[in-house]
């Protein structure tokens, strides 16, 4: 054996050491790509301007050498100076970083300190051109990650439950919601966006009118008649006691008149329109077939919406008794003021941050009144004593924030539990379970990633991580636009019609390719979202509008042919099992027969008891003739 020197393993063990450091270190560094859109819309007022640019950067994590090329045009002004700037985010301003030369295109790179590197990494870093025209800048643009080019790769597949539609109501325009009333047997109350609520008896399917709000709601199509919108009657609730005291709540898109109550539109714009929740009466409500009284109307609360579009929409009544008022941030895009509407009006009315994050507006937040109190400012409703802002910054109307368009939220019947699908941007759908004082992301971020609003170009998602606030709620379970466009929130399923699917979050999309394509999903175990398999048709093959549940828990599918507040193509549809199918699988079999010997005889429990097909308490011979007759 050959004798070491003193002190060579110690060398050894030193270099191994070195060694190993920079290898990881050279694991780790990386080129990160970066992009940069230059527009007016990104100044703080922005600039209405027809300069714009565009660049990109790279960033090399071991050297931290940062790299750019960019390019503009169409300057008002000449240009008199252009500059790096940060930290700072969106539409805020910081000290300068590196001084840019003059003119177009302008290509460099210079070492940064590692301060730097990690403000740029953050997405705070942006450039500035000014102008003699506009000196504190003409264009900006932020220096932000490359785009995710396929955000979601998992694909939504079948889930094992199998269902069948079947019709309950036609001759509807545009349903979107679907409730029952306290004390009413057998009935759904259905909202039609074009101002009718429906009363529908599910014994025969007939509708009856309960409330016609039509005069009161805004022109519908937003491009003219028969055209897209998302104003309208959005949503109704009944009051826990209704069967005694007769009253009902509605959301509509009314035309701007009245003063608001609250609005984030700067002095010398007008409101697209706004939103209304109003109180009504029913003199009778134990009469399944009473109506309410058109001339009820009280006004709880109005609220500016400073675009057409993410109304939000859906209120419904928590197991505390108040009422919750789902919000949308006000329309347009990205939740950030800049660039102009379809009516080509400027978008104003987000600010710098956004509604979403702005907890000093109502807007992009799901709020929680009590209709029976008066202390709020207009002394028409009350003010919970224990929502999450009272005596403290921030509305205290406000229960959770930070949504982009909460088109639907609803409570599980069961626990209590409160569901918000969150309309997404332009990639990702989410499902949120909602609690007080949460703050759910919106515009920082789009379902699990960070959100790049990208100035007056699209506004995309990147995983890099980004400098956002402490406390972001991520969602329960997303998925991105290769699989549909819109999410449509629904139930927690709670009937006996279909025990495999008790205690699952039944919702949908709009439309994959706004074609009459919708799709109807659960959640599975896991929080995974899974398509229904659906009997007897390969896909759904309408717009998906919204969903409704009865006061047994049943759910309902609420679609049209057109996916606009136009026609008399829309119907309610009731999810069941196809007859026979105790297992659910899609086909009445051996299966069924050996899962209804097994079970025969009284239900102890009607809600968990599959092989009770006909719903009597029972299983017996019925049941077991209706696998029979449907068999395969």
């Given at each position: 054996?050959?004798?070491?020197?003193?002190?060579?393993?110690?060398?050894?063990?030193?270099?191994?050491?070195?060694?190993a450091t920079l290898t990881a270190i050279g694991a780790s560094a990386e080129t990160v790509d970066f992009t940069i859109t230059i527009d007016g819309s990104q100044l703080n007022p922005p600039v209405d301007t027809a300069g714009s640019g565009s660049g990109t950067a790279t960033l090399d994590t071991s050297t931290n050498l940062f790299?750019?090329?960019?390019?503009?045009?169409?300057?008002?002004?000449?240009?008199?100076?252009?500059?790096?700037?940060?930290?700072?985010?969106?539409?805020?301003?910081?000290?300068?970083?590196?001084?840019?030369?003059?003119?177009?295109?302008?290509?460099?790179?210079?070492?940064?300190?590692?301060?730097?590197?990690?403000?740029?990494?953050?997405?705070?870093?942006?450039?500035?051109?000014?102008?003699?025209?506009?000196?504190?800048?003409?264009?900006?643009?932020?220096?932000?990650?490359?785009?995710?080019?396929?955000?979601?790769?998992?694909?939504?597949?079948?889930?094992?439950?199998?269902?069948?539609?079947?019709?309950?109501?036609?001759?509807?325009?545009?349903?979107?919601?679907?409730?029952?009333?306290?004390?009413?047997?057998?009935?759904?109350?259905?909202?039609?966006?074009?101002?009718?609520?429906?009363?529908?008896?599910?014994?025969?399917?007939?509708?009856?009118?309960?409330?016609?709000?039509?005069?009161?709601?805004?022109?519908?199509?937003?491009?003219?008649?028969?055209?897209?919108?998302?104003?309208?009657?959005?949503?109704?609730?009944?009051?826990?006691?209704?069967?005694?005291?007769?009253?009902?709540?509605?959301?509509?898109?009314?035309?701007?008149?009245?003063?608001?109550?609250?609005?984030?539109?700067?002095?010398?714009?007008?409101?697209?329109?706004?939103?209304?929740?109003?109180?009504?009466?029913?003199?009778?409500?134990?009469?399944?077939?009473?109506?309410?009284?058109?001339?009820?109307?009280?006004?709880?609360?109005?609220?500016?919406?400073?675009?057409?579009?993410?109304?939000?929409?859906?209120?419904?009544?928590?197991?505390?008794?108040?009422?919750?008022?789902?919000?949308?941030?006000?329309?347009?895009?990205?939740?950030?003021?800049?660039?102009?509407?379809?009516?080509?009006?400027?978008?104003?009315?987000?600010?710098?941050?956004?509604?979403?994050?702005?907890?000093?507006?109502?807007?992009?937040?799901?709020?929680?009144?009590?209709?029976?109190?008066?202390?709020?400012?207009?002394?028409?409703?009350?003010?919970?004593?224990?929502?999450?802002?009272?005596?403290?910054d921030g509305l205290d109307e406000i229960f959770a924030y930070g949504f982009r368009n909460p088109f639907r939220i609803s409570f599980d019947p069961l626990t209590g539990e409160l569901y918000v699908a969150d309309v997404g941007q332009n990639h990702i759908e989410e499902i949120h379970t909602v609690t007080a004082g949460g703050n759910y992301g919106w515009n920082y971020k789009e379902g699990s990633f960070f959100f790049v609003r990208n100035g007056a170009g699209g506004g995309y998602v990147t995983d890099r991580p980004l400098s956002v606030p402490?406390?972001?709620?991520?969602?329960?379970?997303?998925?991105?636009?290769?699989?549909?466009?819109?999410?449509?929130?629904?139930?927690?399923?709670?009937?006996?019609?279909?025990?495999?699917?008790?205690?699952?979050?039944?919702?949908?999309?709009?439309?994959?390719?706004?074609?009459?394509?919708?799709?109807?999903?659960?959640?599975?175990?896991?929080?995974?979202?899974?398509?229904?398999?659906?009997?007897?048709?390969?896909?759904?093959?309408?717009?998906?509008?919204?969903?409704?549940?009865?006061?047994?828990?049943?759910?309902?599918?609420?679609?049209?042919?057109?996916?606009?507040?136009?026609?008399?193509?829309?119907?309610?549809?009731?999810?069941?099992?196809?007859?026979?199918?105790?297992?659910?699988?899609?086909?009445?079999?051996?299966?069924?027969?050996?899962?209804?010997?097994?079970?025969?005889?009284?239900?102890?429990?009607?809600?968990?008891?599959?092989?009770?097909?006909?719903?009597?308490?029972?299983?017996?011979?019925?049941?077991?003739?209706?696998?029979?007759?449907?068999?395969?």
């Open positions: 054996m050959t004798a070491s020197k003193p002190g060579s393993h110690g060398a050894a063990a030193s270099l191994l050491s070195v060694w790299s750019w090329e960019i390019t503009f045009n169409g300057l008002e002004g000449t240009q008199t100076a252009a500059h790096f700037h940060g930290a700072a985010p969106y539409c805020n301003v910081a000290g300068v970083q590196i001084v840019l030369p003059l003119g177009s295109p302008i290509m460099g790179s210079e070492t940064l300190t590692a301060q730097q590197a990690a403000d740029v990494l953050a997405g705070l870093w942006y450039i500035n051109i000014h102008s003699d025209l506009h000196p504190p800048g003409e264009i900006r643009g932020q220096v932000m990650p490359a785009p995710l080019t396929n955000p979601r790769a998992d694909l939504i597949g079948h889930g094992d439950v199998h269902v069948q539609l079947e019709t309950v109501a036609t001759g509807l325009t545009a349903p979107n919601w679907g409730t029952s009333a306290p004390g009413v047997d057998n009935r759904l109350f259905v909202t039609d966006q074009s101002g009718m609520l429906w009363n529908i008896n599910l014994d025969n399917g007939v509708k009856s009118v309960f409330l016609d709000v039509s005069a009161r709601i805004v022109e519908l199509g937003i491009f003219g008649e028969g055209t897209f919108d998302e104003r309208g009657l959005l949503g109704v609730a009944f009051h826990p006691d209704y069967a005694t005291n007769g009253l009902l709540y509605t959301y509509i898109s009314e035309p701007t008149g009245g003063a608001a109550d609250f609005s984030t539109m700067p002095e010398g714009f007008t409101a697209n329109h706004q939103t209304v929740i109003l109180e009504w009466q029913v003199a009778n409500p134990a009469d399944p077939d009473a109506v309410a009284d058109p001339d009820s109307a009280r006004e709880l609360v109005r609220i500016d919406q400073p675009q057409f579009n993410h109304n939000g929409g859906a209120i419904s009544f928590g197991a505390d008794g108040m009422l919750y008022i789902a919000l949308g941030d006000g329309g347009d895009a990205d939740d950030e003021d800049g660039g102009f509407d379809p009516f080509s009006q400027p978008v104003v009315g987000h600010g710098c941050m956004g509604n979403g994050q702005n907890i000093e507006s109502a807007l992009g937040s799901v709020l929680r009144i009590d209709p029976n109190g008066s202390n709020s400012a207009n002394g028409q409703y009350g003010l919970p004593a224990d929502n999450p802002f009272v005596g403290m402490d406390g972001l709620i991520d969602p329960i379970a997303e998925y991105d636009h290769d699989e549909g466009l819109a999410i449509v929130g629904g139930f927690v399923y709670r009937g006996s019609l279909i025990p495999q699917l008790a205690g699952r979050y039944v919702h949908g999309d709009f439309a994959r390719t706004f074609n009459n394509d919708g799709r109807l999903f659960y959640l599975d175990a896991g929080d995974e979202i899974v398509e229904f398999p659906l009997v007897g048709q390969p896909e759904f093959g309408m717009s998906l509008l919204g969903f409704g549940q009865d006061a047994q828990g049943e759910v309902y599918v609420m679609s049209n042919m057109t996916g606009t507040p136009f026609g008399d193509s829309g119907v309610v549809l009731r999810l069941r099992r196809k007859g026979g199918d105790v297992d659910a699988n899609g086909v009445a079999d051996i299966d069924d027969i050996f899962a209804i010997l097994g079970q025969w005889g009284p239900c102890p429990d009607p809600n968990d008891c599959p092989g009770d097909l006909n719903a009597d308490g029972v299983v017996d011979i019925d049941d077991l003739f209706l696998v029979l007759q449907n068999w395969g």
